[in-house]
């Protein structure tokens, strides 16, 4: 959490490293960050509303797959261009967060996961059989990003600039909504939800709104993935891919801020370099899960903080809400 | 009424008797661990190709059936032993962790088995034509039914008329006070557990003797489940029971008239039940 105010120094450093990068890699490791980037929105959405809210949401991938069938939809079936499919991307995907959140917020914690599992599932569905609009099993195909006041963002290292920057952007602002005074108050609802409730806090529209920001964050990584890959499939948005995101979060920490792009950043190394090895991908990211929940929850972030304290490494410690479970 | 309507509602209850099997291990868990075991899907779909196999090598299907269930139930029993009680208490971990495992599991299922769609091979003295009333039907979608109705029937006995039905029950409503009445509630929650398993084991079967088991089908399965419990209410049969009626129905009829919605339209009753009523049609306030 602090790393930014003890480091700005290092912090300047990664983006000067990141932003000359493209000037000496090659374009497979400048896509590798591409991806590194829109994965990492979808797991900054989700990682917020864990770390922050204790809130685990299977959502997200939905509305990452939903932006992109917007912008496929729009752009490649009515021709509509650029910036209105973006634009409505985000103003479809707000409604629908809106929608499922109003019925979600009812619930809390493990029921909660349960229900937005079945909301992701909704659209999963509704993506996967319906072939009038949402093309069935094939998707939509060639969706290419535009040449916009002369820069042309087809060129890689063009739409890595971009992505970059709009990633900086999207994790500053995050940060500043970290540590408002909404963040407290959701920090507070995190840890006691009934407290907050009785000191005269909104909790149900509070957790809403927490919500809708992190289905705006799940959006921007979903125009950029489409962009990116040029296709948008009922894969993008199926559930082995949110219960994906979900790990990510977990390895780099859910209760960090940077947990989420550490998470993803060791996970899609992981991939570069297992899947040029071994099919057994899942396999590997299954049992690292396992590990990590069992033994480090506080993922590599926890990790890296009980050495560096010098602390032993603690067999099983708590992660998320520490309030005891009740019988009622 | 249209001989197609019979058809319709037969299918409806075929497939309701799967999604019974499949819902009531996963509530039954629930109710007393509060835990969601997400890899039930996954439990299930290594159940059914345990069972493929066994039918394969030996071509007797209740031999299967007593394979895929019981295999299944072992894995049950060492996972909650190993890896479930180590992080007993935050409900959180414990589902992650079942999530893990549904990851290895349906991974180690591509390493096994074929990755296109397999059907159990049900054995022809098993499935004779059945004719009632005028309406020919395969016969095995009729001991589908009956064994459905059987477990209904043998979880209803063990939860209301046995001793370690009592102390389930207890334990849903008071863990604490129950194992201070000397009550060993960790026996309990394997118990209850392997049952679960055992449940999703046999589903796997009888859902692969019906149904196709395909890799990567275990998410689909996993969240029929869900849909199931939450309808109905997480940690009531009888709200299992119901519920799996009225999802068979929608999900047999959404296959016939709306092909492109069938299994968005089996989302609809829960979403309007959690808008009404949260703990679903029969469950209590959690």
């Known amino acids: ?328 | 009424m249209d001989i197609k309507f019979i058809f319709l509602i037969l299918n409806g209850l075929t497939q309701a008797a799967i999604l019974f099997v499949l819902g009531s291990g996963l509530t039954l868990a629930f109710g007393l661990m509060r835990v969601v075991n997400l890899s039930h899907g996954a439990f299930y779909m290594l159940g059914g190709y345990i069972g493929y196999s066994v039918v394969k090598a030996t071509g007797n299907w209740p031999l299967a059936l007593v394979a895929g269930g019981l295999s299944i139930a072992v894995a049950g029993f060492l996972f909650e032993r190993l890896m479930l009680v180590r992080v007993r208490g935050g409900d959180l971990p414990e589902t992650l962790l079942t999530v893990a495992l549904a990851m290895i599991i349906s991974d180690l299922c591509l390493v096994f088995w074929a990755r296109t769609p397999i059907t159990l091979n049900v054995p022809k003295y098993l499935n004779p034509p059945v004719t009632i009333l005028g309406v020919t039907y395969p016969g095995f979608r009729y001991i589908l039914m009956g064994i459905s109705i059987l477990i209904a029937l043998s979880l209803w006995f063990i939860l209301y008329k046995t001793k370690l039905g009592a102390a389930v029950r207890a334990g849903v409503d008071d863990r604490e006070t129950v194992s201070a009445l000397g009550v060993n509630i960790q026996v309990i929650y394997s118990a209850v557990f392997v049952i679960s398993a055992l449940l999703a084991g046999l589903a796997g079967v009888l859902g692969g003797s019906y149904l196709q088991l395909s890799p990567g089908g275990d998410t689909t399965i996993l969240t029929y489940s869900l849909v199931v419990i939450i309808l109905g209410g997480m940690g009531s049969l009888l709200g299992a029971v119901v519920s799996s009626l009225i999802l068979g129905q929608i999900m047999s009829f959404g296959l016939a008239f709306a092909p492109q919605y069938s299994y968005f339209l089996i989302f609809i009753p829960m979403a309007i039940v959690l808008a009404i009523r949260p703990q679903g049609l029969f469950g209590r306030k959690i």
């Open chain 1, 1 to 328: 959490m602090n790393l930014a105010k003890k480091s700005p120094f290092y912090i300047g450093l990664i983006i000067i490293l990141l932003v000359l990068m493209p000037l000496f890699a090659g374009k497979y490791t400048v896509t590798t960050f591409i991806r590194i980037i829109y994965f990492g929105f979808l797991s900054m959405s989700m990682g917020y509303l864990i770390g922050q809210g204790g809130l685990i949401s299977l959502t997200q991938t939905a509305f990452f797959g939903l932006a992109g069938y917007v912008i496929g939809l729009m752009n490649i079936d009515h021709g509509i261009i650029f910036p209105w499919p973006d634009l409505t991307a985000f103003v479809v995907v707000f409604a629908i967060a809106l929608f499922f959140g109003l019925i979600a917020m009812k619930t809390e914690k493990i029921v909660f996961m349960m229900i937005t599992l079945a909301f992701g599932q909704i659209v999963w569905a509704f993506a996967t059989q319906n072939t009038s609009i949402m093309h069935g099993w094939s998707g939509i195909r060639g969706i290419r990003p535009y040449v916009l006041y002369g820069v042309n963002f087809n060129d890689t290292t063009n739409f890595y600039w971009a992505a970059l920057t709009l990633f900086l952007l999207g994790l500053f602002l995050l940060w500043r909504i970290v540590n408002s005074h909404f963040g407290l108050i959701l920090n507070g609802i995190r840890e006691n939800p009934r407290r907050m409730a009785a000191l005269g806090y909104p909790v149900y529209w509070i957790k809403l709104v927490a919500f809708l920001i992190s289905s705006m964050y799940a959006t921007m990584g979903g125009v950029l993935a489409c962009y990116n890959t040029g296709i948008i499939m009922p894969t993008t948005l199926q559930l082995s891919r949110s219960i994906w995101v979900l790990l990510t979060v977990i390895l780099g920490g859910s209760t960090y801020f940077w947990g989420p792009v550490v998470g993803v950043v060791t996970a899609i190394s992981l991939d570069v370099f297992i899947s040029s090895a071994t099919e057994r991908y899942n396999m590997v990211i299954g049992i690292l899960f396992l590990v990590i929940v069992l033994f480090s929850p506080t993922g590599i972030l926890g990790m890296i903080d009980a050495v560096r304290k010098g602390q032993k490494l603690k067999f099983i410690t708590k992660i998320f809400s520490t309030e005891k479970r009740k019988t009622d």
